[in-house]
């Protein structure tokens, strides 16, 4: 093989490192000068010059650069994945090209990093691989020592690459994607890359450090685990992005544990095999939910081990530490220890029947198993013996005078939600007790400690440490996050059985450790979603599971949105398959879908695509003070991390723009004189202008239709970060004249006949009654629903007297159909709940008499 290069080449720098770091030396390196004559001869068929250029045995020739590049590697026997294929090709065809676009968003979006010696991670990077000596010798050959001025000759060198016109302007969409990527915050999308740059705190911004409990790897998700940890803390991300924080969102697989041990085992697999392949089935499930984290990583890590096992020493040389000897349960049948969530009995304080070996999922105290009544392993059914072992503890009553300090701070002063505040304080209240940290396993974090080499980490000292060692696999100055309380926000998510892992046990391994570690500011709590009206199990075959939405024909957004809208924050709540298609089709499909399609079909069809002039009248400012209070509401509320109730604020600024444009008519007042289509262009104005601004409330809660909203009225970018900023201000984002591109319906009607095969689909083995929206059930085990509350009773009582006035009003003004239907959906909805309250049947009594 014959390798021509030329001098001042920085496409040639690449080849030559990559020709000796592959060992391909027998290739012939030929050096030409700049304007050497032989240049246009190097591949005789090219009708200009182009180095550099790799003549092969069989006498073709390679000249580009990248696929140079590739055919090294693959004769030195390093195949390219597709992936690096594909950043290859990208590069070739769109960054080394002529200045585009792409090429000014990477500029921009490169240039606070390295511009500001203060952002170094990037310049780190490029002068860490600078230094390998087949970069050095490369370069040296190449650009002779002189670095960048080398470069000049060249560029003068190159033809004049075709371009536009001089006197052509930019495509509005060009000037657009610009504003977007330098000016909007948002991700740069290239050839199917995604660039996110390695997230830092930085001095005077909101820096905020976002985490969801970590899904154990072998249970795949269900509903009630997506909407309690990920989806919750990625609605909260995502606005806190609109909103320009500094934000970083990590989460990964908990992947260490017996019950790692035993589903490798079940399906004869190796432990680690079990981890990548659930960990491949989780990462496809919330890329579906479009779960948008910064990183997503596991347990089973180098770091992972380093950064657990510098604080398990710490804790040992400040004397946090206790040694004792246990009793624990073990199974003779198994030959194992029983890890505490593979042995179930009695919970000896409530008398739940299954309650697990750390925790009664009814009583939510944390117990012993050797405390269970009646224990039983779960794995073979057997009556486990009790025996003795040595372990270490965590000292934590040594550490509760530090504890209730930083509690009593972060408090007062963060957003903790009721049931996290609850918990955390019976905790406190009943008196902290030493905690075990080792267990005698195979799988897990292994203790460095000369004394318990057998043993392993207990996975609840050693999971919540998962955060630091996922955010130091996604940036080596991972300590600016974790070791920095004074500039970071931590918000932690999670459903309410982890909180006093979050609140008490990991605050105490940290404090301990004693290295300024940050903690948690903000915990963030649900109560638990059921599914219709039992729980949820896979075994069984009841509920929908995350593997299982997509193949319900039903779009993640509809999911995100129902879930989102039921999210159990003061209280439990359920999933429901009539209710789900009562939401989509009321609130979705003729609330929200049925506004933002009318604005935009009016200026399709009465003002030729082009955002007609605004002349405000009295009631125009009426709506759009109402509209900026819901804004503001909702900035309150997501600022609270009330995601619901913020949702709510989206539903109501739709539903007073169909009021709106029902009051007004647009569609007669175009038919009329001068005033009358006047009065017609302002309300089509201000209602697209209104989809506009709901098109930017969306994004953290269904971001695929966001999107679609925008690309529908060709909204510009930078609109979102605008209308967030501060306490929030409704802002003309569409003006006159503006062109907006082709409208059509956001939403699909979910039908009877196709939920109610989806409800049969998941029902597992449950025998329902005809009714979709039946709640009761016979079972004496749940005779405590059927209990009356006099209290919330009343409560409902007053709405449903209060929602009824409001369908008497909508019906008295003569309202859309659509907008009272909606109303009177939500008027019997409270009757059902009102019913079941003081413990009556929800569904009405049929009428006698009456005639079908």
Known sequence: MKLFVSEGNPHCVKVLVVLELTGQLYCLVTILPLFHSFLDKVVPFLNRPVLPVLLLPSGQHL?????????LFEVGGKEASNSSSQFLEWEATELQETVTVADIVLWAAFYPILADPGFSLVRDWFERVGLIPACVRASQKVLQGKGLESLKNFLKKQPTPHTQRKDSQPSTNAIEVLILFVWGGMDVFTMGFVWRLHSLPQEGKRNVLVTSALPYVNNVPHLGNIIGCVLSADVFARYGRLRGWNLLYVCGTDEYGTATENKAREEGLTPREICDKYHTVHSAIYKWFQIDFDYFGRTTTDRQTEISQNIFWRLHERGFLLEDTVEQLRCERCQRFLADRFVE????HCRYPEARGDQCDKCGRLINAVELKEPQCKVCGQTPVIRTSKHLFLDLPKLEGDLEQWLERSLSSGDWTPNAKHITHSWIRDGLKPRCITRDLQWGTPVPHPDYREKVFYVWFDAPIGYLSITANYTSQ?????KNPQQVELYNFMAKDNVPFHSVVFPCSLLGAQDNYTLVNHLIATEYLNYEDTKFSKSRGVGVFGDMAKDTGIVSDVWRFYLLYMRPEGQDSAFCWADMALKNNSELLNNLGNFIN????FVSKFFEGCVPEIVLREEDKCLIAQVCWELKQYIQLLDKVRIRDALKCILNISRHGNQYIQVNEPWKKIKGGDNDRQR?????????NMACLLSVLLEPYMPTVSVTIRAQLQAPACCGSAMLAADG???????TGHRIGTVSPLFQKLGSEQIEALRKRFGGQQVWKNSPMHLIRKSQKNADFLSTDP??????????SEQGDKVRALKAQKADKSVITVEVNKL?????????????NPEPSPQKGKKK
């Open 791 to 800: 209290q919330r009773a009343t409560q409902l009582a007053a709405a449903v």
């Open 680 to 688: 017609a262009g302002t309300v089509t104005a201000v209602s697209v």
């Open 345 to 348: 009995g009695v919970c000896p």
């Open 729 to 735: 201000c409704f802002l003309r984002s569409l003006s």
């Open 63 to 71: 000249f580009s650069p990248n696929a140079i590049c590739q055919y």
């Open 598 to 601: 009318r604005a935009g079909m």
């Open 828 to 840: 019997l909805e409270l009757k059902k709940e009102l019913a079941l309250t003081e413990g009556k």
């Open 478 to 482: 991972w300590e600016k996050w974790w």
